[in-house]
């Protein structure tokens, strides 16, 4: 996501920003962001990076992908 940061001639702080992903199908944006929001939490970086929503979007895409494996079977 990129983001700009101003304040307006009252003192406000204001953020323009714009995500630079394309959730695939059947995840969400929220979940994206949430899940690289963690990711940026637990690597104790300062803000979240492409490679956060690089890393949602993969482990997200895992788990919404049902697997053919015969281990439950």
């Given at each position: 996501?990129?983001?700009?940061?101003?304040?307006?001639?009252n003192g406000?702080?204001?953020?323009?920003?714009?995500?630079?992903?394309?959730?695939?199908?059947g995840i969400?944006?929220?979940?994206?962001?949430?899940?690289?929001?963690?990711?940026?939490?637990?690597?104790?970086?300062?803000?979240?990076?492409?490679?956060?929503?690089?890393?949602?979007?993969?482990l997200l895409?895992?788990?919404?992908?049902?697997?053919?494996?015969?281990?439950?079977?």
């Amino acid at each position: 996501m990129d983001s700009l940061y101003f304040r307006d001639p009252n003192g406000l702080h204001i953020e323009l920003a714009c995500y630079k992903f394309e959730a695939p199908a059947g995840i969400g944006d929220v979940d994206i962001l949430t899940t690289a929001h963690r990711l940026r939490v637990e690597r104790g970086d300062y803000n979240i990076t492409d490679e956060h929503l690089a890393d949602a979007i993969e482990l997200l895409t895992k788990k919404a992908r049902p697997s053919l494996s015969n281990k439950g079977a």
